[in-house]
């Protein structure tokens, strides 16, 4: 499967992409708010500290293996260890997590409903590039991988 240039120029890295649908969610909430209230403020720390567990342990992960944490790069090892036992992208839940942290902080329920279009706008860019590399890399142990722990939880 050969993934088009196009899909890494807008936005070109995943970061940019959840601050844009933080961005879009708070300008939602503003626009169109909801009088639901989410919860205090503070609660938004237990997904943000969720959220650097699964980076410092995927960046472990990757340290160990010494391998490269850019996703346009090509990997040096197929890293199946730590928090990669459980999920493939621990890196892009992290950033759904932020994303919901930022919906709990700022009270926008807007930044909620960006997540299932986050998820599908990696879905569809970079997780099937990254992958495609993988298995052409790595085809029988990336598969095996692939088939024994799910894309997302």
């Not at 959840?18 to 969610?25: K, Q, T």
């Not at 639901?36 to 938004?44: E, Y």
């Amino acid at each position: 499967m050969r993934v088009q240039t196009w899909h890494y120029l807008f936005p070109p890295l995943p970061p940019v992409a959840m601050l844009i649908a933080v961005a879009i969610g708070l300008l939602l909430s503003h626009f169109f708010p909801f009088s639901l209230v989410l919860g205090a403020p503070i609660w938004a720390a237990l997904p943000l500290g969720l959220a650097v567990g699964l980076l410092a342990a995927a960046k472990w992960a990757f340290h160990r293996h010494h391998t490269t944490l850019d996703p346009l790069q090509m990997p040096s090892a197929l890293v199946t260890t730590g928090i990669y036992r459980y999920t493939r992208n621990p890196m892009y839940l992290a950033l759904v997590l932020i994303i919901a942290a930022a919906g709990l902080y700022f009270n926008a329920l807007w930044c909620w409903g960006m997540i299932p279009a986050f998820m599908a706008y990696l879905s569809a860019t970079f997780i099937p590039a990254e992958e495609a590399r993988l298995s052409r890399q790595w085809p029988d142990d990336f598969d095996a991988y692939a088939a024994r722990v799910r894309r997302w939880l």
